[in-house]
């Protein structure tokens, strides 16, 4: 069993910026961190993925504003810059261990005032 801790979210005006952060209460056998958002009435998407190999991949929607890490083997922060109010959403941080057993923080608000 993974527990994931997210820290980060708030109130934050268009054209600025916020940072998440999320713990996992164990790094062993953790292949790829990652961070979702879902805003009411969409789907949840994905909005990047960084693997225990430090490759990265990007939503189109937030590429060259948002930026993964992976601070440690148990930490991943998301570094967004230039927000707008469509970044608004619940922002969900994701594991997956080698194992491929999936586990899901309990999310984060960001909402991006115009």
């Known amino acids: 069993q993974v527990q994931l801790v997210e820290s980060g979210g708030g109130l934050v005006q268009a054209g600025g910026s916020l940072r998440l952060s999320c713990a996992a209460s164990?790094?062993?056998?953790?292949?790829?961190m990652g961070w979702y958002r879902q805003a009411p009435g969409n789907e949840r998407e994905l909005v990047a993925t960084?693997?225990?190999?430090?490759?990265t991949h990007y939503a189109d929607s937030v590429k060259g504003r948002f930026t993964i890490s992976r601070d440690n083997d148990n930490t991943v922060s998301l570094q967004m810059n230039s927000l707008t109010p469509e970044d608004t959403a619940v922002y969900y941080c994701?594991?997956?261990?080698?194992?491929?057993?999936?586990?899901w923080g309990q999310g984060t608000q960001v909402t991006v005032s115009s």
């Open positions: 994701r594991v997956v261990l080698r194992s491929r057993d999936v586990y």
């Open positions: 164990r790094s062993i056998f953790i292949a790829t």
């Open positions: 960084i693997t225990s190999g430090r490759s």
